[in-house]
């Protein structure tokens, strides 16, 4: 069973855009929501984590948006870059129940 | 290397066969996890172990399917007679409490013609 959805499956932006990855979730347990970037052949890596008494968190580019009524988050990246190419995952816990969206492939063209 | 190694990188296994992975987690870390990543997909969860004690494992998680941490160290994963269906990328990550500060290892990437 799909507990996170995420959305899009890709998506292309030229440089400077900003791309808005959304996810939404089911289970009003989880507690704590990040993040990862994952490039070919390597590991899933943190990026940014919320917790849900938190309506926005900024790192550097990276912010994300919370809005727990809606159980949806998204991942805004601000001025991105060739180098943010990349598969980006959103995830959803509630102590060691980790749960990944089916993720959103992006692509920033110079 | 202060990171989460996996070993091997890339496997290739004929149907029926066994094979086994194995996980270096960061050695601060008592928590380690397996996950399961096929092509479009995220990570799913194959189990998880505190220190050598496996705590939780998914459905996912077969009979043919078994994982060890012995000595609360590094972790290994074997699958006995494997099917198609296995093939998959093998993940392990680690991390110090809870899901909080996971890092992931670079993955095993298993193939089974």
């Known amino acids: 069973q799909q507990q996170v959805k995420q959305s899009p499956q890709s998506l292309i932006v030229q440089k400077g855009g900003i791309p808005i990855i959304n996810c939404a979730y089911e289970?009003?347990?989880?507690?704590?929501f990040p993040w990862y970037q994952q490039f070919p052949g390597k590991g899933p890596a943190l990026l940014i984590a919320?917790?849900?008494?938190?309506s926005e968190k900024k790192e550097g580019r990276f912010t994300i948006s919370f809005n727990k009524s809606a159980k949806q988050f998204s991942l805004h990246i601000m001025d991105s870059q060739p180098g943010d190419s990349a598969t980006y995952f959103c995830?959803?816990?509630?102590?060691?129940?980790?749960?990944f969206g089916a993720g959103t492939r992006l692509t920033v063209k110079p | 290397d202060t990171g989460v190694s996996q070993d091997p990188r890339h496997k290739i296994t004929k149907r029926g066969q066994n094979v086994t992975f194995r996980c270096d987690p960061i050695?601060?870390?008592?928590?380690l996890y397996w996950y399961r990543q096929t092509l479009g997909q995220g990570p799913e969860f194959l189990t998880y172990?505190?220190?050598?004690?496996?705590?939780?494992k998914s459905r996912l998680l077969s009979d043919r399917f078994s994982a060890e941490r012995p000595k609360g160290s590094f972790s290994t994963l074997e699958i006995q007679r494997t099917e198609q269906g296995d093939s998959a990328m093998y993940l392990c990550?680690?991390?110090?409490?809870?899901?909080?500060?996971?890092?992931f290892g670079s993955g095993t990437r298993l193939t089974v013609v």
């Open positions: 990550a680690s991390s110090p409490a809870g899901p909080y500060g996971y890092t």
């Open positions: 289970n009003t347990a989880f507690d704590y």
């Open positions: 919320i917790r849900p008494d938190v």
């Open positions: 995830a959803a816990s509630r102590k060691n129940d980790m749960r």
């Open positions: 050695s601060e870390h008592n928590r």
């Open positions: 172990f505190q220190n050598e004690a496996q705590l939780e």
